[in-house]
């Protein structure tokens, strides 16, 4: 588990350094008088249903729900015996996403739990690519200056790139997570889960350990609240900071200001997809954890 341990802590500090130097290219290029470089913390308001304001990344998170609806649609339309195009390519990614979680939750834990775990990690890849497209981020609402376009108001923004997303879909993973420990242990064995003593002592020795496990289970606690935060910031952090760097080389002038970005185009497609199986990852093993105690060893 350390070799894990360490690899979110560098993936963590990573996104923090990226995130720290996309801030810095914007306050740089906003005090040079050169205008808006990359994306802005706060996502732009487009309009508002009635008193719920509608940003440019709700509106991209609802285009991506669509479109994965819409291929649901067609690859299910026509269901043949001997799957063949859009149909063998869902049942493809359904397959191989169960058998990767099996691996990890078990059989029975997998079949209870697979819907989320594979709806999350479709959306969150299919977000992540979708905010590379070309336009997404850089096409809007301006003013002509001697700079240049100023670009106040993106139309589209990258939906994983606004930290609202990125917290929600792990609120909603809390919950769940909650409500499936709870089941699968109870609320006496949730709660002894957490701060009930291990082994079999007697006498002073299983008072002394009962309060020292205690005291674990007060700091599992914490852990557990901040779970939320770490899978959101941590998602959040290498979105935002991958398109802002982006965005940050379109300024080279021409033609580097296409071809220097290009590896780094790639860069983060990879980047797209290991943080979607991140979050995945790290949402099914705590699942697992708190599901299968027996076997979280």
């Not at 002509?144 to 790139?161: C, E, V």
């Not at 609320?187 to 701060?195: E, P, R, T, W």
């Not at 300024?251 to 296409?258: E, G, I, K, R, V």
């Amino acid at each position: 588990m350390q070799p894990f341990k360490r690899t979110f802590r560098i993936g963590w500090a990573v996104a923090a350094v990226g995130l720290m130097l996309a801030e810095h290219l914007q306050a740089a290029a906003e005090s040079t008088g050169e205008g808006h470089h990359g994306l802005s913390p706060a996502p732009p308001i487009l309009f508002h249903i009635g008193p719920l304001p509608i940003t440019n990344s709700i509106v991209v998170s609802w285009i991506v729900t669509i479109a994965l609806i819409a291929i649901a649609r067609l690859a299910t339309r026509k269901m043949q015996l001997i799957p063949s195009g859009l149909q063998n390519f869902v049942e493809w990614v359904v397959e191989s996403l169960f058998s990767f979680l099996e691996s990890i939750l078990g059989h029975k834990l997998t079949l209870k739990t697979f819907w989320y775990f594979a709806s999350v990690f479709i959306f969150i890849l299919a977000a992540n690519w979708f905010g590379l497209i070309p336009g997404i981020g850089t096409i809007g609402y301006g003013y002509d200056s001697a700079h240049g376009f100023i670009l106040t108001k993106p139309l589209l923004r990258g939906a994983t790139a606004d930290l609202n997303l990125t917290f929600a879909l792990a609120m909603i993973f809390f919950v769940f997570w909650l409500i499936w420990s709870i089941k699968a242990n109870g609320v006496a064995g949730f709660i002894s889960h957490l701060f009930g003593p291990r082994g079999d002592v007697t006498g002073t020795l299983k008072i002394f350990l009962g309060l020292i496990f205690f005291v674990v289970g007060l700091l599992e606690v914490i852990s557990i609240l901040f779970r939320p935060v770490s899978l959101s910031f941590r998602l959040y952090g290498n979105i935002f900071a991958g398109e802002n760097m982006l965005e940050a080389m379109t300024s080279f002038p021409a033609p580097l200001s296409w071809i220097i970005p290009l590896p780094f185009y790639f860069l983060e497609i990879l980047v797209g997809f290991i943080q979607a199986t991140v979050f995945m990852l790290l949402t099914a093993i705590f699942t697992m954890v708190s599901c299968s105690p027996e076997e979280s060893h």
